[in-house]
C-alpha cells in the first residue's frame, strides 16, 4: 500500500464538478444549480477537513433532497470521464496496477471514500473517488461511522506508515514438497491512532485472509520466474528474489504483501529446494 497523488486543482474542485453538472439534462441541472451556493460550502468542507485531517467529524450531508441527481453526476458522462482519466494520470507509472485499498487485484472501479450513499454531494468530488477494486468496493460499500475513527484509508490524504506491520510466516514441507505463508499484521512501533486505522483496514477488508490465499500463486508464479532467470545464466534465485522484492516495495511501500513475501523467501535456507521441487 501506498498514498496516491490527488488530482491537483485548478480547476478548483468545485469548477470541475459544475463543469460535469453543465453537461447533464435539463431535469437533473436545474435542482444542482438551485443548490449551488451548498453545494459549494460542502466542498469547501470536505477539502478543509481533509487538509487538516478531520474528515471523521464531518456533519451528515443537508442535501438528501436531491440524492439521485447528485448521484447521476458520478456516471457515463465527458466530464466524470475526463476527471477519472485526470485521477489516473496522476500517479506515478505502475502505481495503480494494483488495488491501492488491498495491493492484490486490479483497481477497475472507483471507491466514493465517503459514501454517496450518505454523501451524495461527493459524488462527483475529485479527492473523494479514489480507484478500487470491485472486491474492496463492494465490501467498503456505504460503511461510515459518523464521528470516526475512520476504519479505512484515504489513500490521498493518509501516509501508510514505514513500521513493518505486516509480517509473513513461509512453511516449507520436504515431505510433500510444498511452500505456504501466512500474514499477520502488528503495531510494530506505530502510535496508536496510525495502529487503529491499519487494524482497521486490514480487518474490514479481511486482507490477511486475501494474501495467504492469493500467496500461493505468486509462490510459484515467483519460483519459476527464478528457475527461468538461473536457466538463462541469470544468477542466484535469492539475489533475484531480493531484486523483485525491491522493485515491488518501490512502487508500493516496503510492508506491502508482494515485497514482503517476496523478500522473506530470498532469504529462506530452503529456496534452491523449492526451486527444484517445481
Ligand atoms: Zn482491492
Known amino acids: 500500500m501506498k498514498q496516491l497523488t490527488p488530482v491537483i486543482a485548478p480547476p478548483q474542485y468545485i469548477e470541475i464538478f459544475e463543469g460535469i453538472r453543465d453537461n447533464k439534462k435539463a431535469s437533473a441541472k436545474a435542482p444542482l444549480v438551485a443548490a449551488q451556493a451548498a453545494i459549494r460550502d460542502r466542498f469547501i468542507e470536505y477539502e478543509t477537513r481533509f487538509n487538516i485531517n478531520t474528515l471523521e467529524a464531518i456533519p451528515a450531508s443537508t442535501l438528501g433532497g436531491i ?28 502505481r495503480l496496477i494494483w488495488c491501492p485499498y488491498c495491493g492484490a487485484t486490479t483497481p477497475g472501479s472507483y471507491d466514493h471514500y465517503l459514501p454517496a450513499e450518505k454523501f451524495p454531494e461527493f459524488a462527483a468530488h475529485a479527492l473523494n473517488l479514489v480507484p478500487s477494486c470491485t472486491r474492496c468496493n463492494s465490501i467498503k460499500d456505504d460503511d461510515w461511522v459518523y464521528g470516526g475513527p475512520r476504519g479505512y484509508y484515504h489513500f490521498y490524504r493518509d501516509a501508510i506508515p514505514a513500521a513493518p506491520f505486516l509480517t509473513v510466516s513461509i512453511t516449507s514441507d520436504a515431505a510433500v514438497q510444498a511452500v505456504g505463508a501466512t500474514f499477520a499484521v502488528q503495531q510494530a512501533g506505530m ?88
Request: with cysteine.
Open 67 to 94: 440524492t439521485a441527481e447528485l448521484r447521476s453526476c458520478y456516471g457515463r458522462n465527458k466530464g466524470m470521464n475526463a476527471l477519472k482519466h485526470a485521477i489516473k494520470n496522476a500517479q506515478p507509472v505502475g
Open 191 to 278: 502510535s496508536d491512532p496510525e495502529w487503529t486505522l491499519l487494524e482497521a483496514h486490514f480487518r474490514q477488508l479481511k486482507l490477511i485472509e486475501l494474501y495467504d490465499s492469493y500467496s500461493n500463486d505468486l509462490i510459484n508464479t515467483v519460483l519459476r520466474s527464478a528457475r527461468s532467470h538461473i536457466t538463462a545464466g541469470g544468477g542466484s534465485a535469492a539475489a533475484f528474489l531480493a531484486n523483485e522484492a525491491q522493485e515491488n516495495a518501490d512502487l508500493y511501500g516496503d510492508f506491502g504483501w508482494r515485497a514482503v513475501l517476496l523478500r522473506a523467501m530470498s532469504a529462506h535456507p530452503d529456496l534452491v529446494d523449492w526451486i527444484a521441487w517445481l
